[in-house]
């Protein structure tokens, strides 16, 4: 197969930027590093695209791989003829391979391998020949025999019906042709399993929806519906279209009485053998488009967390509630280092929860903390009424938020805590976790496993091997896109550079330790273990602001300096100005000196200038400054505040197939339904919607009793 052909017919891509970006994967380039540096080789794909144009190329390559392993199996039997190898070249999916297959497969015992041990191919194959004047009943009676089993002419033909059936149920054509009525036709129909007792699925104990129309999300909840015994799922089909496939495939129509017998064998073919097997490929089908569908909506979920502004340079406090062990405290500096730590009891009564406020205020004053950090687990409602009653009495401002707290108890209890907070308890490394990611989200998320962090829908009815490759994806591309500080980031973090394995990870920071901070990218070079291609890959996305070169505190690569002085110098830039990195009207001095002129002088592609231009413009920038800045609170409303037609300002928490969930400031997420998000038609919230973006919402209706509250933008 010609894979850059391919690719590129696929991707509405030149076939030269195919076969490039295949030749940059096959060297081992990474993808974060393709995107960014490689731009010219590939037309300005982004990190997604390519990433989805390297599992189409595996997916390709595995096709070519099952195709020589299925070619050399009907070989290994002498049974390759130029039919199948044509059939085998011309196949474009696994299913289709398979199906080529079947009549090849070793099979275990059935009803047609009895039969053909009974001696009753010859008779099957006679009914199909359909020769005129052939009469079955007859014919069949030379195949009685006391040694093999056959009793009468009926059983004689009953067996070779079940030979029929077989052959027509291994038939590539006919499958595909009953696939493809499948799902156009088919409707997934499902009724309750046990009764129809109460419960999150009742709406799908009388349910039925086509295969064509039916959303992922709603697969996904019959799914689970089913797997919690609840529901029972199956595909409904007319049978007349499929019957009338086979009829007109197997059926001359010269001979009326094998006419009959193949209809009868066409049908139990169809009802035991292909539909049962078509269900469950359409089923299948349905649950990994689904799935994929989901797990893009996580993955942009995840990029959208990953990538929330940082709030740089403040004092955070986090707390992390619970009840009966008590409140979890901890202090952090602003560049995370951990200043105090303490346990309250808020909610253990009047006495304890005035001895809370009192300790709490004491740590405020301390430490002059200027932000409180809210895990929103459990009693997180009691912590924020109780936080926001507080600081009205800590005499300076101080505001808090409630941040997602998922996965931090992983965190906690993980070796990479133990290695980072040795000294600490590892409920109070939860509490500084969760003070850290309102600090940083990136840097901390990333210590923990994506799949815990929680902003998706049915992630645990997900491939866990595909979506952990998925969300692993997105951090990745999260990290190289913001950089990371060379002589600050954590292991965790530098793990997520491109290039770099856990080995290295450890000798830049064991480097760091013994001889101090890096004071030039050039320096990594010393680093063991660290070789070219590592240089190549990382280097770029590692910022060393404590260089003497204001370049290496840019996404400028090393590759591009000579380059870049070049251009200062083009554009008559002073030697203080450069030791300053004073870049303020580069882009006017470009576009004065012109874009293509330069890019011709320099020697280098139109994007990579840019690129330049972009970094030299804001040396250091970080591009989730560019973000909304998250939403800060000195207050708390409760559920039974809310009254229909409210108006407040909420922060999006989670964006689903359906909508999106919106933090109010009241224990409860609300929902703003899809229908609720905006006047135009859209097909999926993520069109509007991002998480962390703050909207104005307006109530809806609001249920207390089932903590439920409805929104709407629509006003």
Same mark, same amino acid.
Do not use: W
């Given at each position: 197969?010609?894979?850059?052909?391919?690719?590129?017919?696929?991707?509405?891509?030149?076939?030269?930027?195919?076969?490039?970006?295949?030749?940059?994967?096959?060297?081992?380039?990474?993808?974060?590093?393709?995107?960014?540096?490689?731009?010219?080789?590939?037309?300005?794909?982004?990190?997604?695209?390519?990433?989805?144009?390297?599992?189409?190329?595996?997916?390709?390559?595995?096709?070519?791989?099952?195709?020589? +392993?299925?070619?050399?199996?009907?070989?290994?039997?002498?049974?390759?003829?130029?039919?199948?190898?044509?059939?085998?070249?011309?196949?474009?999916?696994?299913?289709?391979?398979?199906?080529?297959?079947?009549?090849?497969?070793?099979?275990?015992?059935?009803?047609?391998?009895? &039969?053909?041990?009974?001696?009753? +191919?010859?008779?099957?194959?006679?009914?199909?020949?359909?020769?005129?004047?052939?009469?079955?009943?007859?014919?069949?009676?030379?195949?009685?025999?006391?040694?093999?089993?056959?009793?009468?002419?009926?059983? &004689?033909?009953?067996? $070779?019906?079940?030979?029929?059936?077989?052959?027509?149920?291994?038939? &590539?054509?006919?499958?595909?042709?009953?696939?493809?009525?499948?799902?156009?036709?088919?409707?997934?129909?499902?009724?309750?399993?046990?009764?129809?007792?109460?419960?999150?699925?009742?709406?799908?104990?009388?349910?039925?929806?086509?295969?064509?129309?039916?959303?992922? !999300?709603?697969?996904?909840?019959?799914?689970?519906?089913?797997?919690?015994?609840?529901?029972?799922?199956?595909?409904?089909?007319?049978?007349?279209?499929?019957?009338?496939?086979?009829?007109?495939?197997?059926?001359?129509?010269?001979?009326?009485?094998?006419?009959?017998?193949?209809?009868?064998?066409?049908?139990?073919?169809?009802?035991?053998?292909?539909?049962?097997?078509?269900?469950?490929?359409?089923?299948?089908?349905?649950?990994?488009?689904?799935?994929?569908? $989901?797990?893009?909506?996580?993955?942009?979920?995840?990029?959208?967390?990953?990538?929330?502004?940082?709030?740089?340079?403040?004092?955070?406090?986090?707390?992390? *509630?619970?009840?009966?062990?008590?409140?979890?405290?901890?202090?952090?500096?602003?560049?995370?280092?951990?200043?105090?730590?303490?346990?309250?009891?808020?909610?253990?009564?009047?006495?304890?929860?005035?001895?809370?406020?009192?300790?709490?205020?004491?740590?405020?004053?301390?430490?002059?903390?200027?932000?409180?950090?809210?895990?929103?687990?459990?009693?997180?409602?009691?912590?924020?009424?109780?936080?926001?009653?507080?600081?009205?009495?800590?005499?300076?401002?101080?505001?808090?938020?409630?941040?997602?707290?998922?996965?931090?108890?992983?965190?906690? $209890?993980?070796?990479?805590?133990?290695?980072?907070?040795?000294?600490?308890?590892?409920?109070? =490394?939860?509490? @500084?976790?969760?003070?850290?990611?309102?600090?940083? *989200?990136?840097?901390?998320?990333?210590?923990?496993?994506?799949?815990?962090?929680?902003?998706?829908?049915?992630? !645990?009815?997900?491939?866990?091997?595909?979506?952990?490759?998925?969300?692993?994806?997105?951090?990745?591309?999260?990290?190289?896109?913001?950089?990371?500080?060379?002589?600050?980031?954590?292991?965790?973090?530098?793990? =997520?550079?491109?290039?770099?394995?856990?080995?290295?990870?450890?000798?830049?920071?064991?480097?760091?330790?013994?001889?101090?901070?890096?004071?030039?990218?050039?320096?990594?070079?010393?680093?063991?273990?660290?070789?070219?291609?590592?240089?190549?890959?990382?280097?770029?996305?590692? =910022?060393?602001?404590?260089?003497?070169?204001?370049?290496?505190?840019?996404?400028?690569?090393?590759?591009?300096?000579?380059?870049?002085?070049?251009?200062?110098?083009?554009?008559?830039?002073?030697?203080?100005?450069?030791?300053?990195?004073?870049?303020?009207?580069?882009?006017?001095?470009?576009?004065?000196?012109?874009?293509?002129?330069?890019?011709?002088?320099?020697?280098?592609?139109?994007?990579?200038?840019?690129?330049?231009?972009?970094?030299?413009?804001?040396?250091?920038?970080?591009?989730?400054?560019?973000?909304? &800045?998250?939403?800060?609170?000195?207050?708390?409303?409760?559920?039974?505040?809310?009254?229909?037609?409210?108006?407040?300002?909420?922060?999006? =928490?989670?964006?689903?197939?359906?909508?999106?969930? @919106?933090?109010?400031?009241? !224990?409860?997420?609300?929902?703003?339904?899809?229908?609720?998000?905006?006047?135009?038609?859209?097909? !999926?919230?993520?069109?509007?919607?991002?998480?962390?973006?703050?909207?104005?919402?307006?109530?809806?209706? @609001?249920?207390?009793?089932?903590?439920?509250?409805?929104?709407?933008?629509?006003?």
């Amino acid at each position: 197969m010609d894979y850059s052909k391919v690719l590129a017919q696929q991707f509405q891509i030149r076939e030269e930027y195919a076969a490039n970006v295949i030749a940059l994967l096959d060297d081992g380039n990474t993808i974060p590093f393709i995107a960014r540096y490689r731009k010219e080789m590939h037309g300005s794909m982004d990190d997604q695209l390519i990433r989805e144009f390297s599992e189409k190329l595996d997916y390709l390559r595995g096709l070519d791989k099952r195709r020589d +392993e299925i070619r050399n199996l009907i070989d290994g039997q002498e049974k390759l003829t130029d039919e199948v190898n044509a059939a085998l070249d011309k196949a474009q999916t696994l299913s289709e391979l398979e199906d080529i297959y079947r009549p090849f497969r070793p099979k275990r015992k059935t009803r047609a391998s009895v &039969a053909k041990e009974k001696g009753l +191919e010859p008779l099957a194959l006679e009914i199909i020949k359909q020769e005129k004047g052939f009469k079955p009943q007859d014919f069949a009676k030379q195949f009685i025999s006391d040694e093999k089993g056959v009793a009468t002419a009926e059983e &004689a033909i009953a067996g $070779a019906m079940d030979i029929i059936a077989e052959q027509v149920s291994d038939s &590539a054509e006919i499958r595909k042709r009953i696939r493809q009525i499948a799902q156009n036709n088919g409707v997934i129909r499902t009724v309750a399993a046990d009764g129809e007792k109460e419960s999150v699925y009742t709406m799908y104990y009388d349910f039925g929806e086509g295969v064509k129309k039916i959303v992922g !999300h709603r697969v996904l909840a019959l799914n689970r519906g089913e797997k919690e015994g609840y529901l029972k799922v199956n595909l409904e089909l007319d049978e007349e279209r499929p019957l009338s496939v086979i009829d007109r495939l197997l059926d001359k129509g010269v001979n009326p009485l094998c006419s009959d017998l193949l209809r009868l064998a066409g049908e139990d073919a169809y009802s035991r053998l292909i539909f049962p097997s078509i269900e469950r490929e359409v089923r299948s089908e349905l649950t990994e488009a689904a799935a994929e569908s $989901a797990m893009k909506v996580f993955a942009v979920n995840l990029k959208q967390l990953l990538m929330q502004p940082p709030v740089k340079g403040k004092v955070v406090l986090g707390l992390d *509630p619970g009840y009966r062990t008590g409140c979890k405290v901890a202090v952090v500096d602003g560049t995370g280092k951990v200043l105090d730590t303490a346990v309250i009891y808020p909610t253990h009564g009047e006495r304890k929860a005035a001895e809370s406020k009192a300790k709490l205020l004491q740590l405020i004053k301390k430490h002059r903390v200027d932000i409180i950090s809210i895990g929103n687990g459990t009693a997180s409602k009691e912590t924020e009424m109780f936080a926001a009653d507080a600081i009205k009495e800590a005499g300076r401002p101080v505001y808090y938020m409630v941040v997602s707290e998922a996965g931090a108890s992983v965190y906690s $209890a993980s070796k990479l805590a133990a290695t980072e907070l040795p000294e600490l308890d590892l409920t109070l =490394r939860s509490a @500084v976790s969760i003070a850290r990611r309102l600090q940083d *989200p990136l840097a901390e998320l990333v210590k923990i496993e994506p799949k815990a962090i929680g902003v998706g829908q049915y992630q !645990h009815d997900m491939p866990q091997k595909r979506l952990g490759e998925t969300l692993d994806g997105v951090v990745e591309d999260c990290v190289n896109s913001v950089g990371a500080d060379l002589n600050t980031a954590s292991p965790a973090l530098l793990l =997520r550079v491109s290039g770099l394995n856990s080995t290295v990870c450890k000798n830049i920071v064991a480097y760091r330790e013994e001889n101090g901070a890096f004071t030039s990218r050039a320096e990594l070079k010393k680093v063991p273990k660290l070789g070219p291609k590592a240089f190549e890959q990382c280097a770029g996305f590692l =910022r060393v602001p404590e260089s003497r070169n204001p370049l290496d505190n840019t996404g400028v690569h090393p590759e591009s300096y000579k380059s870049a002085k070049a251009l200062l110098e083009m554009l008559n830039y002073s030697d203080k100005e450069i030791k300053s990195a004073k870049f303020t009207d580069i882009a006017n001095r470009v576009k004065v000196k012109g874009t293509k002129n330069l890019a011709e002088a320099l020697g280098i592609g139109l994007p990579t200038l840019d690129d330049i231009v972009k970094e030299l413009s804001k040396p250091g920038r970080d591009p989730r400054d560019e973000m909304p &800045a998250p939403m800060l609170r000195t207050d708390v409303l409760d559920i039974n505040d809310l009254k229909e037609g409210m108006e407040l300002k909420g922060t999006v =928490r989670n964006v689903i197939d359906f909508g999106a969930f @919106v933090d109010i400031g009241v !224990h409860q997420d609300g929902l703003v339904h899809i229908s609720q998000i905006c006047d135009k038609y859209i097909k !999926h919230p993520s069109e509007v919607l991002k998480v962390g973006d703050v909207v104005n919402v307006k109530i809806l209706s @609001v249920d207390p009793k089932k903590n439920r509250i409805s929104l709407t933008m629509r006003f």
